[in-house]
């Protein structure tokens, strides 16, 4: 027994999919279907009543030009989503983080695209660590996480919960 459920539950009686392509000959054709509730809420276990996603972005305090990249992008992303929760630019390793960053949450799917959409063209020499807010902050920077850019080793000694 898989220690995954099948991300198919739900849907054991549905009827099978088609699989003829779409008129550009590579995509599969998907018939209308209602549209998913992970476009406005995030699915379980992430627990959105704080906030859903946590954006870490990474840079080398001691490499200057990231540094000062690092101080206009922390500028431009307080400019360009004034409606997210941006903490102040860390020049130092804190917490799990191996090295200087700053902290940006979301709070919606949409909040959340946006950000990821924009990072991923903006984030310049910086790497962001991006991780759900499920209650189990180990398993979320451990197993739920995702990288841009290069993946720094976390000290994850301190997330596990006794």
């Given at each position: 027994m898989s220690e995954w459920k099948s991300p198919l539950e739900g849907y054991e009686n549905a009827e099978p999919l088609p699989t003829h392509f779409n008129p550009d000959g590579k995509s599969l054709?998907?018939?209308?279907?209602?549209?998913?509730?992970?476009?406005?809420?995030?699915?379980?276990?992430?627990?959105?009543?704080?906030?859903?996603f946590d954006f870490?972005?990474?840079?080398?305090?001691?490499?200057?030009a990231e540094a000062q990249y690092a101080k206009e992008l922390h500028e431009r992303v307080r400019r360009e989503f004034p409606e997210l929760r941006?903490?102040?630019?860390?020049?130092?390793?804190?917490?799990p983080?191996?090295?200087?960053?700053?902290?940006?949450?979301?709070?919606?799917?949409?909040?959340?695209?946006?950000?990821?959409?924009?990072?991923?063209?903006?984030?310049?020499?910086?790497?962001?660590?991006?991780?759900?807010?499920?209650?189990?902050?180990f398993k979320d920077h451990t197993e739920l996480m995702t990288w841009m850019g290069k993946a720094y080793?976390?000290?994850?000694?301190?997330?596990?919960?006794h």
């Amino acid at each position: 027994m898989s220690e995954w459920k099948s991300p198919l539950e739900g849907y054991e009686n549905a009827e099978p999919l088609p699989t003829h392509f779409n008129p550009d000959g590579k995509s599969l054709f998907n018939p209308p279907g209602p549209r998913s509730s992970s476009y406005d809420e995030f699915p379980e276990p992430i627990e959105s009543s704080n906030n859903g996603f946590d954006f870490h972005i990474y840079y080398m305090q001691s490499v200057p030009a990231e540094a000062q990249y690092a101080k206009e992008l922390h500028e431009r992303v307080r400019r360009e989503f004034p409606e997210l929760r941006i903490y102040r630019l860390w020049d130092k390793p804190v917490g799990p983080h191996p090295v200087a960053m700053f902290e940006v949450n979301t709070f919606n799917p949409h909040q959340t695209g946006a950000l990821f959409s924009w990072l991923s063209v903006n984030r310049g020499p910086c790497s962001v660590l991006i991780h759900p807010n499920t209650n189990d902050a180990f398993k979320d920077h451990t197993e739920l996480m995702t990288w841009m850019g290069k993946a720094y080793p976390l000290y994850t000694g301190m997330l596990k919960q006794h």
